[in-house]
């Protein structure tokens, strides 16, 4: 027996090994992956806000829905997502916005303030299926 015939089994288990370890690792990351994709937080519901009153002269028409599926910012300025023509609105009035599976309105320091089902948003405040929100005269329904 040479040194060749003692080192060719010895070579073959080395790489049988390696295969086992790169299809252990590779089950490893597939494992990983769909246990963190249970973890993911997904919108359930998809709401949206109905267009209840405006003022005259606005772009947007009574009945029209804004679906929230991202940032919603409102207000007179014509860089924001909805752009108002209430004269009650400020230049950055308000903003909606989906956040994990809830959703949510939050006044940014406007003059005149938000109001949701008639009082006034302080900070963030959850929104639910039927509320009702106001700046200025416009009014919005948040619908699922």
Request: one cysteine or more; a positive charge.
């Amino acid at each position: 027996m040479d040194f060749a015939d003692l080192i060719k089994p010895i070579l073959g288990v080395i790489v049988i090994a390696i295969i086992y370890v790169i299809i252990f690792m590779a089950l490893r990351i597939m494992y990983k992956d769909v246990k963190s994709g249970d973890k993911k937080k997904v919108l359930k519901k998809a709401l949206g806000l109905e267009v209840l009153t405006v003022v005259e002269g606005c772009n947007l028409k009574k009945g029209s829905i804004i679906p929230i599926n991202r940032v919603i910012t409102l207000g007179r300025r014509e860089d924001n997502l909805v752009m108002l023509t209430d004269p009650y609105a400020s230049g950055y009035h308000a903003k909606v916005y989906p956040k994990n599976t809830e959703y949510f309105v939050e006044d940014l320091n406007s003059t005149n303030g938000t109001l949701l089902n008639d009082e006034f948003v302080e900070g963030r405040v959850l929104l639910e299926i039927g509320d009702e929100i106001r700046i200025g005269s416009t009014r919005f329904r948040v619908i699922g």
